[in-house]
């Protein structure tokens, strides 16, 4: 979502239901998986997801420049925050694998595995949530022209052990 519709949007969430809809249906899913990806089980992604929304009606949000990262870091501050609160009751929870389909083809995997933490990073970031480049930049605290070039590199990377 970029910047001019997603303050739009927050600005008149409030008093239009279909603005928070818009808002819910665009983010709601990715927060989850986002947060999945990073904190695994020890956190509810879905409560999460529902607290900021939550957050989002109650504050008065002002601009916000780079809207993704906004929502990403938010909840990804309020899961930290639950861990730390909560550690010892998310210490009890336990990964259950999922089981994959016999006909499952793990060629994107094992491509996914050659990347270093940051390449695989910058690629959940930016294609499986829809960050820029230069909000993963600002998001990670890395210079944008070393995102930009690690995202090139990591691509031709997974190109080259696709083909």
Do not use: W
Request: hydrophobic share 35%; with cysteine.
């Amino acid at each position: 979502m970029n910047e001019i519709e997603f303050n739009n949007l927050i600005k008149r969430i409030a008093k239009d239901e279909k603005c928070f809809d818009k808002l819910y249906q665009y983010y709601f899913a990715k927060i989850v998986l986002f947060l999945r990806s990073k904190y695994g089980t020890k956190v509810n992604g879905a409560d999460i997801a529902q607290d900021f929304f939550v957050m989002l009606l109650s504050n008065n949000v002002g601009h916000i420049k780079y809207p993704n990262a906004y929502v990403y870091k938010v909840c990804s501050n309020m899961a930290y925050h639950k861990l730390g609160v909560y550690n010892s009751e998310t210490q009890l929870l336990e990964t259950i694998p999922t089981p994959l389909p016999p006909e499952y083809d793990d060629t994107i995997d094992r491509a996914l595995s050659t990347l270093d933490t940051l390449e695989l990073e910058i690629i959940k970031l930016h294609i499986y949530y829809g960050y820029s480049l230069k909000e993963i930049a600002i998001d990670t605290g890395q210079n944008y022209s070393t995102i930009r070039s690690t995202y090139n590199r990591s691509m031709k990377k997974l190109k080259e052990k696709l083909k």
